[in-house]
């Protein structure tokens, strides 16, 4: 089976370009090591999967501190903030290579209106944040019985919202 791609000479560019920032960046986008070290934002990886009652997010945020990880619900809209902090234990000199990243981050959501923005749960284990956010009643699935004469009786299985 022959499969046809539209090439797009643009889509290579933007490749290109976003390699070529990374590079400048890398190399003449910072002062000092010392503040590359420390001032370096990222952004940690989240997955949301929802199921029939919660809509969950798994944030990575290994090596920072509960302490250090802010959780708020504010206008329909969630915010994780925190910070994964560098420890100077060790000269900068001793250090070869640094691929961990440090410094604050950011991430927000807007909230689904099927969310109860009053019934929210947070863990912290192993380096994953986990985010329960509890669905609202009436967004739940809801079981409903059809009966089709008066002989026939069928279940009818949806995702509505309850009537």
């Not at 798994?58 to 302490?67: R, Y």
């Not at 640094?98 to 927000?108: A, H, K, L, N, W």
């Not at 409903?144 to 009786?153: D, F, P």
């Amino acid at each position: 089976m022959t499969v046809l791609t539209r090439w797009d000479p643009f889509r290579e560019f933007s490749t290109l370009q976003d390699r070529m920032n990374r590079l400048f960046q890398e190399s003449f986008g910072r002062e000092g090591r010392e503040e590359s070290l420390t001032t370096t934002s990222f952004a940690p990886a989240v997955d949301v999967y929802e199921d029939e009652h919660n809509v969950t997010l798994k944030i990575e945020v290994p090596g920072i501190d509960e302490k250090d990880i802010d959780v708020r619900v504010e206008n329909n809209t969630l915010t994780v903030h925190g910070e994964r902090k560098f420890e100077k234990e060790e000269k900068e000199e001793n250090y070869r290579r640094i691929e961990r990243q440090y410094g604050s981050f950011i991430r927000s959501f807007t909230l689904p209106n099927t969310v109860d923005s009053e019934n929210i749960s947070a863990d912290y284990d192993k380096g994953v944040l986990n985010i329960r956010l509890a669905k609202k009643a009436e967004a739940k699935p809801k079981q409903v019985k059809v009966n089709v004469g008066s002989q026939k009786t069928l279940e009818v299985k949806g995702a509505g919202k309850a009537a």
